[in-house]
């Protein structure tokens, strides 16, 4: 068990151009989310599977992002037409079936700085 | 709704003080919480969990939490603070049974561990 990973760790980008995130979580959790954190700020849920399909998202999910899990294995979140608000911290969680006390296990990250 | 508080966004103690980090949430239901680490650049990382049971929960690295339905918190301790133990903590609150299970986070205290 690897742990949940993230690629890339950092990413700097121009306002305006697309950027995208992946996401590879622990083999046999089945459910996978996505998270903003910002600078002294708490995790900010964006969107998450089960398996392929994505069950909810939040409304600070704009229409510039878009999250895929094909295979209902590892996850991509596009943004598209990036802003300097967009700039953040992403962060990818993974857990088995919800309903028990499992627990949501984080990657390391992706860094966001749009300039 | 839910919802978390985590008062003080900063708790300064010298190594080998007690150390104590508050949290108070508000659920509509009864809730599983959560306590997180999160050190510079990296993931969150689970410190303990309270789901049902023992209201008085321990987890790793000496930290424990005492669950207290009547003043809804869920307060974090060590007895001895440790210069590692320096980080970022956040506490998080998600529905038991029903709904999505989406975790709410609380915005996190900065603990500095003073030599």
């Known amino acids: 068990d690897t742990g949940v990973s993230q690629n890339p760790r950092h990413k700097i980008t121009k306002r305006g151009q697309n950027v995208t995130f992946r996401c590879d979580p622990i083999?046999?959790?089945?459910?996978l989310y996505w998270y903003r954190q910002t600078l002294g700020q708490g995790p900010e849920f964006l969107t998450y599977?089960?398996?392929?399909?994505?069950?909810?998202k939040s409304r600070l999910l704009s229409d510039r992002f878009s999250a895929e899990r094909p295979k209902g294995s590892f996850s991509t979140l596009e943004i598209q037409r990036t802003e300097q608000g967009d700039s953040a911290m992403y962060l990818c969680?993974?857990?088995?079936?919800?309903?028990?006390?499992?627990?949501?296990?984080f990657g390391p990250g992706t860094r966001l700085t749009v300039t | 709704a839910q919802s978390v508080t985590q008062l003080g966004s900063h708790v300064s103690v010298s190594e080998g003080a007690l150390v104590l980090l508050r949290c108070n949430y508000s659920s509509s239901v009864p809730p599983y919480l959560f306590w997180y680490v999160q050190y510079p650049n990296q993931g969150l990382q689970l410190l303990l969990k309270?789901?049902?049971?023992?209201?008085l929960v321990k987890g790793i690295n000496g930290f424990e939490a005492e669950f207290k339905k009547s003043e809804t918190s869920f307060h974090l301790t060590k007895p001895s603070a440790h210069m590692s133990d320096a980080a970022e903590y956040f506490c998080?609150?998600?529905?038991?049974?029903?709904?999505?299970?989406?975790?709410?986070f609380g915005r996190g205290t900065s603990l500095i561990v003073h030599p």
């Open positions: 998080a609150v998600r529905k038991g049974s029903g709904g999505s299970y989406i975790p709410t």
């Open positions: 969680a993974s857990s088995l079936d919800p309903q028990s006390s499992y627990e949501q296990y």
């Open positions: 309270y789901t049902t049971g023992a209201t």
């Open positions: 083999s046999e959790h089945n459910r």
């Open positions: 599977f089960q398996n392929e399909a994505q069950l909810e």
